[in-house]
């Protein structure tokens, strides 16, 4: 869920491109049958079933909209209005995707919508942050290690804010959510085979600007 290791996120982005692992790995989502029954439960107008809906998603919601936006402020507005409008639109949920690519996807509408709103602004990460979104701990550490950690979690905030949105997005649902290409597919709209096209073309980009960040300057 939250992006553990920055170290991990270079090293994938720089692995061959005819690699299909991801560079994160998350834990799992509630059990479709588990699901059905909270689903069955919230079209009942169960208000505790929602907020275990809200308890188990929010997070990723909120993170999915900061990787898009970059801003804590905004971010955390569309997660609102992301579960205000799940919450009204519950009953005519029918269960043919997950509530989890449901939710991501109302997200990402909603993320488009506010960049439009944007004019010419551009996407920049909030600092403070940026520990969090990378799974970062506060515990003592190796003072050269944070140094280096550092460093490479800003090579990858630069990178993520200088790709074009529709490649953002792919690399934030593939590579730091971890969705497969059936699920991407139906947050965005489009088929499995456009999705595995649009995922090879962000990793070849993502590694490009990596590898050139990388490069010792002269």
Request: aromatic residues 8%.
């Amino acid at each position: 869920m939250v992006i553990r290791g920055v170290g991990c996120v270079v090293y994938h982005a720089v692995k061959q491109e005819g690699d299909s692992g991801n560079m994160i790995a998350t834990t799992g989502v509630t059990m479709p049958g588990v699901e059905d029954q909270l689903v069955t439960r919230c079209r009942a107008g169960d208000q505790d079933a929602f907020a275990q809906v809200y308890a188990q998603y929010e997070r990723q919601v909120f993170r999915y909209a900061y990787h898009l936006l970059g801003n804590r402020e905004d971010a955390d507005d569309i997660k609102q209005d992301t579960f205000l409008r799940a919450y009204s639109a519950i009953k005519s949920f029918r269960s043919e995707s997950s509530l989890q690519t449901w939710l991501l996807k109302i997200c990402g509408n909603l993320c488009r919508d506010r960049i439009k709103s944007w004019d010419h602004r551009k996407v920049t990460y909030d600092s403070t942050l940026r520990d969090e979104q990378m799974g970062m701990s506060g515990e003592a550490e190796d003072p050269l290690a944070i140094v280096q950690r550092n460093e490479m979690t800003d090579m990858i905030f630069r990178v993520l804010r200088g790709m074009p949105e529709s490649q953002r997005i792919i690399i934030v649902l593939h590579e730091i959510e971890d969705l497969n290409y059936e699920e991407i597919a139906e947050i965005l709209g489009c088929s499995r085979t456009s999705v595995k096209l649009r995922v090879f073309r962000a990793r070849r980009a993502l590694k490009e600007r990596v590898t050139s960040l990388m490069m010792p300057r002269v």
